[in-house]
């Protein structure tokens, strides 16, 4: 295989530690403690080996990253070196001081993630009193800065209905994106796939939602839909393919293709404390265990869309047919496509209490 | 970014919208990405690569420059009457406008 090209983008996630406890969080099950993490001086290093490799976008993302005292001091680095700085964040700890060094760091945007646009629903999936006020306040500031400000809201069978209401949020409080991303269903979001999964009425729903509101905003607001797979003939591109854009990094270190991978068994993670970023990106088994084509099974071998979907997610095969080599079986042409239909047939009609994302609280004995 | 065009600012006229000056929206940026020796539009979750046309343009907006300036700039870099590069660019800036690259 001749050499990948460079990542477009890192996602460094700082922390696990996060005041809020989604029950839809795309962190493992296996949350990484306060001990494992990184260095702040192993996190600048990373950032000059991003820049160099030819990395043009870093999100830092967590776990939330505020709990980091050294947020700043990653921004400010990251912002010398070229690098264009997301901030994606909860809000609960943003407060004008707070955002300040920040902004002075040379943050470029933030994304601020709402659990719903009703306080009831949203501190019940949050699982953390006050947490709309504090978002809502954080948004003013973001925006009365002048800075580029995200609202990403995750829909589930809990909120769908009330997505007109989160674009009308949107609007007034002036973001110049917002993202209405159904649940993924990996990691903590499997877990709790009874109790989230919209019904098909519901998915219309909301997308008729999405599309009035692009057909009445124009450009004013940039809206980014994404669906829950499940109700698709084809899957999910996964990431502009595997170890083709993107670069994932968790707290303790280990550099993978994708926030999911670590449910991948058989295989080692690389450790950013072991070898270089390039080394990684270009000869680490798991970042060319699925890169390209060449791995693939049939029907997606001899597929037309094979380059455009990349046979869908790994993670996702793994998790619903017990092989990651699969051709994802959200694929009608999938042999095991049935499987999806079952799940979605047998949801129950009273939703299972969520299990929240917390330390020692995963089924199966995460951490 | 919503704002209705009046006719005085209409914006494909020449006129007024020579006069006026454009720049970038805060938090979006022409850069020059060295690794692949090409300039990219660096923007909230996305970077993307303009064609050579609004590079060029996008390398002169400078935030005081009006867009005039811009189109007499490109008149002597590039062999075409400049009514013909000024409906470009005009074009263009509006284009950009409209994706939130450049704001007013
Ligand atoms: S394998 Fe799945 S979870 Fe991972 S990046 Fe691809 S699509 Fe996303
Ligand atoms: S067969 Fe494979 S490549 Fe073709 S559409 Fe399905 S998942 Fe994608």
């Given at each position: 295989m001749n050499a990948p090209p460079p990542p477009m983008s890192l996602l460094a996630e700082l922390t696990h530690r996060c005041p809020l406890q989604c029950p839809y969080c795309s962190n493992p099950l296996a949350l990484d403690g306060r001990e494992a993490e990184l260095s702040t001086a192993e996190w600048i290093g990373i950032l000059d080996q991003a820049a160099e490799m030819g990395v043009l976008q870093v999100h830092f993302s967590g776990g939330e990253p505020m709990a980091r005292p050294d947020l700043p001091e990653l921004v400010r680095h990251a912002a010398a070196r070229g690098l264009y700085t997301n901030l994606i964040t909860s809000g609960v700890l943003l407060t004008e001081a707070t955002f300040r060094p920040l902004a002075e760091a040379g943050l470029d945007?933030?994304?601020l993630s709402f659990q719903d646009v009703d306080t009831g629903p949203a501190e019940q999936v949050g699982g953390m009193k006050g947490a709309q006020a504090k978002k809502l306040e954080a948004a003013r500031f973001v925006v009365a800065d002048g800075m580029p400000l995200t609202l990403n809201f995750v829909i589930h069978r809990g909120n769908a209905g009330r997505v007109p209401r989160m674009l009308e949020l949107a609007r007034t409080l002036g973001a110049r994106r917002v993202e209405i991303a159904h649940t993924q269903y990996y990691g903590w979001g499997l877990v709790n796939r009874a109790a989230l999964m919209p019904s098909r009425a519901q998915l219309d729903e909301a997308t008729q939602a999405v599309e009035d509101a692009r057909a009445r905003l124009g450009s004013s607001l940039t809206i980014d839909y994404v669906t829950p797979d499940y109700y698709a003939d084809r899957p999910k591109p996964c990431m502009g393919g595997w170890g083709q854009r993107f670069v994932n990094i968790s707290p303790a270190g280990r550099v993978l293709p994708c926030h999911a991978a670590e449910t991948i068994p058989g295989v080692s993670f690389p450790d950013i404390r072991t070898a270089t970023l390039a080394?990684?990106?270009?000869?680490?088994?798991?970042?060319?265990?699925?890169?390209?084509?060449?791995?693939?099974?049939?029907?997606?071998?001899?597929?037309?869309?094979?380059?455009q979907d990349w046979g869908g997610c790994r993670c996702q095969a793994l998790a619903l047919v017990g092989d990651a080599g699969a051709t994802d079986p959200i694929c009608s042409r999938s042999p095991h496509h049935d499987r999806v239909t079952a799940i979605l047939e047998e949801l129950p009609a009273e939703p299972p209490p969520f299990v929240y994302r917390r330390f020692g609280n995963a089924p199966g004995g995460g951490r | 970014m919503t704002d209705v065009p009046t006719?005085?600012?209409?914006?494909?006229?020449p006129g007024l919208a020579e006069a006026a000056v454009v720049r970038f929206m805060r938090g979006v940026?022409?850069?020059?990405?060295?690794?692949?020796?090409?300039?990219?539009?660096?923007?909230?979750?996305?970077?993307?690569?303009?064609?050579?046309?609004?590079t060029a343009i996008l390398?002169?907006?400078?935030?005081?420059?009006?867009?005039?300036?811009?189109?007499?700039?490109?008149?002597?870099?590039?062999?075409?009457?400049?009514a013909v590069i000024a409906h470009d660019v005009l074009a263009m800036i509006a284009d950009l406008t409209a994706r939130q690259v450049l704001i007013r």
């Open positions: 945007h933030v994304q080394d990684i990106w270009e000869n680490a088994p798991l970042f060319r265990l699925f890169r390209g084509t060449d791995w693939m099974p049939e029907p997606c071998r001899g597929c037309d869309f094979r380059e | 006719a005085a600012a209409a914006p494909t006229g940026r022409l850069q020059h990405d060295r690794v692949r020796d090409q300039w990219v539009i660096q923007a909230p979750e996305r970077a993307f690569v303009p064609d050579p046309i609004a390398r002169l907006v400078d935030g005081q420059r009006p867009v005039g300036a811009i189109i007499d700039l490109l008149a002597g870099q590039f062999d075409a009457p400049r």
